[in-house]
């Protein structure tokens, strides 16, 4: 089982919000992470949005708008990017990443489509 | 604002070593601000943290490629490489130079190709 699970693809309408999910591996607790998302456009490299920990313990990258928001479900083990008022532009992969067993993890990706 | 470029052979043999360079600009490889990281992207797939070096010279490597990996800093050039040995197709990669703190990745190169095949 892969340390840090995200969904393939998510389909949103513009204006809308959507929650992207980061689940750790049971046996891994999210409480205990910082977690790192990032988003990749194609042909590009990817890009550091923010990381979550706690709400006192949080970043945006410099840049990057306020409509992306980190946050953690714990009764799911999970991490969410949150975006709201989606817009096209926003179409792209974003990957979580953690540091775990000495080694910067990252997820499979979602791809979200915006139409 | 930093800025990075990958170079090196688009093609290695299986078994050969495969070698690329990051050139950097707008910033000192001798900087203490910066982790000098390189990351690969499978094609189609996600993405694979490869290891970090710091203006000391001090590495870092994810245990997975450790046995094969060297990441080195040439300040004379204000450049960074990666040596990986014995590659096979499982190597072949897009392989990104990247910089920033130890944990967020915020400047990136563009990405070169390496195609590990006979």
């Known amino acids: 089982q892969a340390v840090l699970t995200q969904p393939s693809s998510l389909s949103v309408s513009p204006g809308a919000s959507a929650s992207l999910t980061c689940t750790l591996r049971?046996?891994?607790?999210?409480?205990?992470?910082?977690i790192y998302w990032y988003q990749q456009k194609p042909g590009s490299p990817p890009q550091y949005l923010l990381r979550y920990k706690s709400d006192s313990d949080k970043q945006r990258a410099s840049g990057v708008p306020s409509r992306f928001s980190g946050s953690k479900d714990a009764s799911a083990n999970a991490g969410i990017l949150f975006i709201s008022g989606l817009q096209s532009e926003d179409e792209s992969d974003y990957y979580c990443?953690?540091?775990?067993?000495?080694?910067?993890?990252f997820g499979g990706g979602t791809k979200l489509t915006v139409l | 604002q930093v800025q990075l470029q990958e170079s090196g052979p688009g093609l290695v043999k299986p078994s050969q070593t495969l070698s690329l360079t990051c050139t950097v600009s707008?910033?000192?490889?001798?900087?203490?601000?910066?982790?000098w990281t390189w990351i690969r992207q499978h094609p189609g797939k996600g993405l694979e943290w490869i290891g970090y070096?710091?203006?000391?010279?001090?590495?870092y490597y994810n245990p997975s490629l450790k046995s094969r990996v060297t990441i080195s800093i040439d300040t004379s050039k204000n450049q960074f490489s990666l040596k990986l040995i014995s590659v096979t197709a499982a190597d072949t990669a897009v392989y990104y130079c990247?910089?920033?703190?130890?944990?967020?990745?915020?400047?990136w190169g563009q990405g070169t190709l390496v195609t590990v095949s006979s």
């Open positions: 707008g910033a000192s490889i001798n900087s203490d601000a910066y982790y």
């Open positions: 049971s046996g891994i607790n999210v409480d205990t992470y910082r």
């Open positions: 990247a910089s920033g703190t130890v944990a967020t990745f915020d400047f």
């Open positions: 990443m953690i540091w775990h067993n000495s080694a910067w993890v």
């Open positions: 070096t710091y203006y000391s010279g001090g590495t």
